[in-house]
């Protein structure tokens, strides 16, 4: 079992940063990849980006790829995602998620989800 928390989210104006945190805690984290996915209201639940359990390897999607930056800290059992010039179209419910395989994009191959942190990017 893994438990993730996230925490970070907030209300920003367009063209400012903010950063999330998932903590993660359980018997198997650190053979975990980490992925954060986000959902705004009336869409479906959509990739944001990745950090693998070995190799240090990320992906992100299209849609943040230069503005977004995914970090893990393994000592922390903590991920990251820090995301810059943010548009009201990033607006959105943050999850983060944990995987056993090495990497995923798909939020079927997830096996661990958090609760959600909101955020809120106004024009």
């Known amino acids: 079992q893994v438990q993730l928390v996230e925490s970070g989210g907030g209300l920003v104006q367009a063209g400012g940063s903010l950063r999330l945190s998932c903590a993660a805690s359980?018997?198997?984290?650190?053979?975990?990849?980490m992925g954060w996915f986000r959902q705004a209201p009336g869409k479906e639940r959509e990739f944001v980006a990745v950090?693998?359990?070995?190799?240090?390897?990320?992906r992100y999607a299209d849609s943040v790829k230069g503005r977004f930056s995914i970090s893990r800290d393994n000592a922390k059992n903590t991920v990251y995602l820090q995301m810059n010039s943010l548009n009201p179209e990033d607006t959105a419910a943050y999850y983060c998620?944990?995987?056993?395989?090495?990497?995923?994009?798909?939020?079927?191959?997830?096996?661990?989800w958090g609760q959600g942190t909101q955020v809120t990017v106004s024009s």
């Open positions: 998620a944990a995987t056993y395989r090495l990497i995923a994009v798909a939020a079927g191959e997830y096996n661990y």
């Open positions: 950090f693998s359990w070995s190799g240090g390897m990320t």
């Open positions: 359980g018997r198997t984290v650190s053979r975990v990849a």
